[in-house]
């Protein structure tokens, strides 16, 4: 039983950072139809922003003499990251998608592909080979309860998503911005007949979802400090899958769909070796796909596209 | 003169739809568009709200402004041109009271805002009963009175208006269209396009009538419910 909480604790930790990024692919699914394929990469990004950002807070606490506590380093970092990483999103679909707004969807693919590897290769030209750690800003701490022990990163990560996610379901339901997403998620040619740019809005879209994966990027770093160019790709594509699992451009079906996968990924490991875990746990995905193709809240004519 | 749409060509992937419209509407009129399906009435509507772009050439005036130099949110919010698209297109998802809020999304005169939403309920009361309720689970009658009320709400110096009849009962066409009037008697200069020919020229004041992307015969109500030619194609006779 002990062991069952303990890899129950592990598995929504790991499914976080999936959900953190699927929301982004989801969200904008929903409003343009279109799979932003450099969503993984802009997770990298924002966790090498965070580790940017990390350093030169902690150099200049240093410098002035400070003595602030960790924690509030880390809420700094992650609310400072998550507003450039926004910024990228914007600059990512002012630049490459907004071009292509009415031009097939293959080719909007090609170019988040192509504007990924771009962002792989330039961090690979900017900072070289060598490894960065991502700054230590909170001492870990290990707790119990009778035999399962979790760290207050754990904690810290977990809470920290679901604030997030919390924090976009009011945004979504509650604001006007929210509400036009919504609108032009159920028929966006329209949208402009509402006095609604649908250039206010797509760029919006892309800077809350590019914020979500900065956010999931520097908890990642949290987790895991070492960091690498390519972190994003395999990570992005499981995102992506938890995207689709969750049902094209439903937010809720990609949350809950990135913990499931976290289950499912960290459940196989108990059962099976390690290195078995992807081919059994995307089989199983595949297996649930089969029956259900359009995801879990997904449905086959959710958009429609006429003028 | 408020309109004046000039030469007006509008091509979708090389076929023309229009070929040289041209027409013009003086403030506070009700004029309508009548023709058959697939005539170029709805791209003449979609091309003023610059849905569709226009073929070089052409000359679309509002109010002395050039809307060609608008982008389409804009023709809305600073121009004050409403459109009620063919078929509704109200978002389904959204609540009656949302869909009103979320076409205010560009307006900054909280006190307009307030004025006019109790006006589409005065209008509309049905609305008001509604408002929760999201806008797929309503009637077609209640569908269409959302359209509208959601038209004015982004602003109401005119009102295009694309098949407002479409799908209706004949009762519920006629309050409609009631409301309609009392919309345009608040100030709004209404355009309509409609294949029910009959109903619209009892509606508005003069017609035009579109042949295959052209103007083909103008005149008043009265003028075009008595041409002989107009009574043979479009109203039976």
Redesign the interface.
Known sequence: MAFFMQNVINALQWGSFYALIALGYSMVYSILMLFNFTHGDIFMTGAYIGLGVATALLALVAALGWSLPGWLLLVATIIISMFITSLLGVLVERVGYRPLRSAPRASAAITGLMIGIILEYGNLALLGTQRLSFPELIQTTTYSVGSVYFTNKKIFIVVVALLLMVGLHQFIQKS?WG??M??M???F??V????????LIAPLTFAIGSALAAAGGILYGMAYPVLDPFMGILLGWKSFVAAILGGRGSILGAALAGFLLGFIEIFTTMVFPSTFRDLIAYSIILLILTFRPYGFFGQAHSTQLR? | MQLRVENLHVSYDQIRALHGVSFSIDAGEIVCIIGANGAGKSTTLRAISRLVPADKGAGLRFEGHDLLAFAPDKVVSVLGISHVPEGRRLFGNLSVLENLQLATFARRDPQGIKRDMERVFSIFPRLLERRTQYAATLSGGEQQMLAVGRAYMTGHRMMLLDEPSMGLAPLMMLSMFEALKEINRDGTTILLVEQNARLALKFAQRGYVIENGRIVLEGSSEALLNDPEVKKAYLGG
């Open positions: 006007r509400m036009a919504r609108a998620s159920y028929d040619p329209i402009p007949l509402m006095g609604v740019s649908l250039n003028l």
